[in-house]
């Protein structure tokens, strides 16, 4: 019986020594980097030029738990070397505790990082104005030397080199906003661009695009106008009951924003769907009395005031209104149009469902 167990307990040393040869070389350079750092402390401390007395209790508490991590670890790896068993042994429920304390504290070297590394960084400016108020002080014992105040010739700006620069004359600052000659335009090519730009606003206008597809025989423009029974109406109709329905269940009364009441207004008044019917009029004023034969007569008016040119004015104001009026009949009939086919899908629709119902 003793030999087998010699046996086993040789089996088992062979098994785990190049294992245990790994962690003793790991732990031996480890030994070597603490020693040399704690000697370096230790020194430090010794002569006063690392004090800790004051410092965070939070980090002392830490340095102690890690140290008798090391010991502990220590003794556990000793254990092992021996051949000693170690089940159910306080080293390892020590080893245990102390490992869940490191891990339970570091939410707390999260949050105390900022605090510790503006501690740090505030201690270390503090040492370099220290230093630097002594590196003063010391360069203050030294007598001063008041030839430093004198005038230094180097410094001085020649009088030639200034009149060479300048060719002798005098140029003031361009301080104030200076016109580019390249911005220079004469007065027809201003006159020119003026009026493009006049025909070009013209062109804009309801009245002209009208002309334009008369001449070009293109198709006509139908517009939507906003009414009762339009898409956007509708679906205002519907948030507004959703609305209600909410306020009801939670028994509230939410107030309309300005937006939506000034939406709510103009709903209202497109009912009848005749919202858009004068959009555009004042344009279309401006297009007919800006006409070249209508300045005419103007400034001949001015000048002499004669019959035949209030007849003119008179016939010129005739024609606007001729095609003012005929403008609105053109857009009443098609609101009308408009107006008799929605009639006329709606009561469809509701043909369809009475048949459907039946």
Same mark, same amino acid.
């Given at each position: 019986?003793?030999?087998?167990?010699?046996?086993?307990?040789?089996?088992?040393?062979?098994?785990?020594?190049?294992?245990?040869?790994?962690?003793?070389?790991?732990?031996?350079? $480890?030994? !070597?980097?603490?020693?040399?750092?704690?000697? *370096?402390?230790?020194?430090?401390?010794?002569?006063?030029?690392?004090?800790?007395?004051?410092? /965070?209790? &939070?980090?002392?508490? #830490?340095?102690?738990?890690?140290?008798?991590?090391?010991?502990?670890?220590?003794?556990?790896?000793?254990?092992? *070397?021996?051949?000693?068993?170690?089940?159910?042994?306080?080293?390892?429920?020590?080893?245990?505790?102390?490992?869940?304390?490191?891990?339970? /504290?570091?939410?707390?070297?999260?949050?105390? +990082? &900022?605090?510790?590394?503006?501690l740090t960084r505030d201690a270390g400016s503090?040492?370099?104005?220290?230093?630097?108020?002594?590196?003063?002080?010391?360069?203050?014992?030294?007598?001063?030397?008041?030839?430093? &105040?004198?005038?230094?010739? !180097?410094?001085?700006?020649?009088?030639?080199?200034?009149?060479?620069?300048?060719?002798?004359?005098?140029?003031?600052?361009? /301080?104030?906003?200076?016109?580019? @000659?390249?911005?220079?335009?004469? #007065?027809?090519?201003?006159?020119?661009?003026?009026?493009?730009?006049?025909?070009?606003?013209?062109?804009?206008? $309801?009245?002209?695009?009208?002309?334009?597809? =008369?001449?070009? !025989?293109?198709?006509? @423009?139908? #517009?939507?106008?906003?009414?009762? =029974?339009?898409?956007?109406?509708?679906? &205002?109709? +519907?948030?507004?009951?959703?609305?209600?329905?909410?306020? +009801?269940?939670?028994?509230?009364?939410?107030?309309?924003?300005? #937006? @939506?009441?000034?939406?709510?207004? $103009?709903?209202?008044?497109?009912?009848?769907?005749?919202?858009?019917?004068?959009? $555009?009029?004042?344009? +279309?004023?401006?297009?007919?009395?800006? =006409?070249?034969?209508?300045?005419?007569?103007?400034?001949?008016?001015?000048?002499?005031?004669?019959?035949?040119?209030?007849?003119?004015?008179?016939?010129?104001?005739?024609?606007?209104?001729?095609?003012?009026?005929?403008?609105?009949?053109?857009?009443? *009939? *098609?609101?009308?149009?408009?107006?008799?086919?929605?009639?006329?899908?709606?009561?469809l629709q509701f043909d369809k469902l009475q048949?459907?119902?039946?």
């Amino acid at each position: 019986m003793e030999a087998a167990t010699k046996e086993e307990h040789i089996q088992v040393i062979e098994k785990e020594a190049t294992q245990l040869a790994t962690v003793l070389k790991e732990i031996k350079e $480890g030994l !070597d980097i603490v020693r040399s750092k704690v000697q *370096a402390l230790t020194a430090k401390v010794k002569t006063s030029n690392f004090p800790t007395a004051e410092g /965070i209790s &939070y980090l002392e508490a #830490k340095h102690l738990l890690l140290l008798s991590y090391c010991q502990s670890l220590v003794f556990y790896l000793l254990r092992k *070397a021996k051949g000693f068993s170690i089940e159910r042994h306080p080293v390892v429920r020590s080893l245990v505790e102390i490992r869940l304390f490191l891990e339970k /504290i570091r939410l707390i070297d999260k949050k105390l +990082e &900022y605090q510790i590394q503006k501690l740090t960084r505030d201690a270390g400016s503090a040492r370099d104005q220290v230093d630097v108020s002594e590196n003063k002080s010391k360069a203050s014992e030294k007598p001063e030397d008041k030839l430093k &105040y004198r005038p230094n010739p !180097d410094l001085l700006e020649s009088k030639t080199d200034m009149l060479a620069e300048n060719g002798g004359v005098y140029r003031p600052p361009k /301080i104030a906003p200076v016109i580019m @000659e390249e911005d220079k335009m004469s #007065k027809h090519e201003r006159n020119a661009l003026r009026r493009q730009k006049e025909t070009l606003r013209k062109a804009k206008h $309801g009245f002209m695009k009208e002309l334009i597809d =008369d001449m070009e !025989d293109r198709p006509a @423009e139908v #517009k939507e106008y906003a009414g009762l =029974d339009s898409w956007e109406s509708q679906r &205002y109709v +519907e948030q507004f009951e959703d609305r209600a329905r909410q306020e +009801e269940e939670l028994f509230t009364r939410v107030p309309l924003t300005k #937006k @939506e009441k000034r939406k709510h207004k $103009g709903l209202r008044k497109s009912r009848n769907g005749l919202l858009g019917l004068t959009d $555009g009029f004042n344009d +279309e004023i401006k297009t007919l009395a800006l =006409d070249d034969d209508t300045n005419e007569q103007t400034s001949s008016i001015s000048n002499g005031g004669s019959a035949m040119g209030k007849l003119k004015k008179r016939k010129s104001l005739d024609i606007v209104i001729h095609r003012l009026s005929n403008m609105l009949f053109d857009r009443l *009939a *098609a609101t009308i149009n408009n107006n008799v086919l929605l009639g006329r899908s709606l009561q469809l629709q509701f043909d369809k469902l009475q048949v459907i119902s039946m």
